[in-house]
């Protein structure tokens, strides 16, 4: 289980380069990415999320090429933390995850249970029931982190945790 990248550029439409020719891998195992203010830290983790297109270079997936035929899949084994995250404010916290399980392709009966076992994990439960809005940002952030953990991903990206 590793992701690997060969040759990575990403470009933006202005002619910045944020990330230039970057290769490395990636194996099954906690790491931490780090580097000045910009770096490339963010970009890099939004091309491996597949929020952002790489313009030059190879990015796998156990196997699987960064394409758009194969970005659903990829998906699947990926859960994302931004570093700026602004969860729904007028929805309750469980109708926000309820919600966000529901796009990550989560079967109703599995996210339930989920739901209710990463609330106690973060000690959350008292809160379900709180618009997003009325949290504190440190509640707001580990409502962010149960997110993605919801499809019970491979890998788990967290950008500023």
């Keep these: 289980m590793s992701i690997r990248i ?33 770096a490339g830290k963010t970009t890099l983790m939004r091309v491996l999320t597949t929020v952002l297109k790489q313009t030059e270079g190879m990015v796998s997936l156990d196997g699987i090429l960064y394409n758009e035929g194969n970005y659903e899949k990829i998906q699947k084994k990926i859960g994302y933390l931004p570093q700026e995250i602004d969860l729904y404010p007028n929805l309750t916290v469980k109708e926000c ?32 029931n709180k618009k997003m809005r009325q949290l504190s940002g440190g509640m707001k952030r580990r409502v962010g982190l149960i997110q993605a953990l919801l499809n019970n991903p491979d890998f788990l990206i967290i950008d500023e945790p």
């Excluded at 989560?106 to 809160?127: C, F, G, M, P, W």
């Design 6 to 38: 060969n040759d990575l550029t990403v470009r933006f439409k202005n002619g910045v380069v944020a990330v230039n020719k970057a290769s490395l891998e990636i194996p099954k195992g906690i790491y931490g990415l780090l580097g000045e203010n910009g």
């Design 97 to 128: 995850l309820v919600y966000m399980g529901g796009l990550s392709g989560v079967a109703r009966n599995d996210l339930e249970q989920r739901i209710t076992y990463y609330l106690e994990k973060t000690s959350l439960t008292e809160h379900q």
